[in-house]
């Protein structure tokens, strides 16, 4: 299993950037990828951006050339730069991980962060 811990959100402008940590402990390497989901208060959890032990990425077609989703394999480790932020893109970040052990797929989650963009 893995414990997740996300840092570095905050509150920015519009226009502004935000650099998203996630540091996962305990079993890393059985985790298979690794990625960010968003949350709004009244609406559903979203999927951001994912990248797989293959270095594939995913991205929410609205968030495709302002955010970067980075990985260290070794540590455990994964960021989602956002750049040109926008007042849509307030919300919780969670960080998530696919732990897979003996073919079971196992999702964990984060806390999360908040990230607060005002226009």
């Known amino acids: 299993q893995v414990e997740l811990v996300e840092s570095g959100g905050g509150r920015v402008q519009a226009g502004g950037s935000l650099r998203l940590s996630c540091v996962a402990s305990?079993?890393?390497?059985?985790?298979?990828?690794m990625g960010w989901y968003r949350q709004a208060p009244g609406k559903q959890r979203e999927l951001v951006a994912t990248?797989?032990?293959?270095?594939?990425?995913t991205y929410k077609d609205s968030v495709k050339g302002r955010f970067t989703i980075s990985r260290e394999y070794t540590k455990g480790t994964t960021y989602l730069r956002m750049n040109n932020l926008e007042p849509e893109d307030t919300a919780a970040y969670l960080c998530?991980?696919?732990?897979?052990?003996?073919?079971?797929?196992?999702?964990?989650w984060g806390q999360g962060t908040q990230v607060t963009v005002s226009s």
């Open positions: 998530h991980a696919e732990w897979v052990a003996r073919g079971v797929s196992y999702d964990f």
């Open positions: 305990g079993s890393i390497f059985h985790i298979n990828s």
């Open positions: 990248v797989n032990n293959g270095g594939s990425t």
